[in-house]
């Protein structure tokens, strides 16, 4: 069932018109699809598609008030993390890097860099450990 609800559910131009309870319950879907079949949705909705969904529809001038859209961003974050700490690859980090460079609210550049440099963190860790 989702397979056939997947594709309209990451249409965020139709979700992000929706109020804030309506919102945060799709962010909570989506990562739960993701979360319970990652690999096959990576690809097509991975690090780069949710840096640009949080870029395009919940920066600066929107419906939400301060708060709420903090709340949305927050989940789409946690998403990015959890990709970013499961397996990253080059492509990932570049986008987070490229999101820090081009986003201009500092709460996201320093969520942005606190995950980067905890995926550096354990990569470390990992190649000593080994």
Known sequence: MHNLFLPMSTLFQIWSQCQFPIRLAHV???TRV??????????KYGVQFL???????????????NEDSRAVRHELLLLVK???L?????AQITA??????TVKEETLVSANLFTTLK????????IVST
Not at 52 to 57: A, E, G, K, S
Not at 96 to 101: K, Y
Not at 119 to 126: G, N, P, T
Request: proline share 0%.
């Open 28 to 30: 909570q879907y989506i």
């Open 34 to 43: 993701i979360k319970d079949d990652s690999k096959f949705l990576r690809k």
């Open 51 to 65: 840096l640009d969904t949080v870029r395009r529809f919940y920066t600066g001038i929107e419906l939400l008030n």
């Open 82 to 84: 959890y990709y970013i």
């Open 86 to 90: 499961k397996d990253a690859n080059v």
């Open 96 to 101: 987070i890097l490229r999101f820090i460079l």
């Open 119 to 126: 995926f550096v963190r354990s990569s470390i860790l990992k």
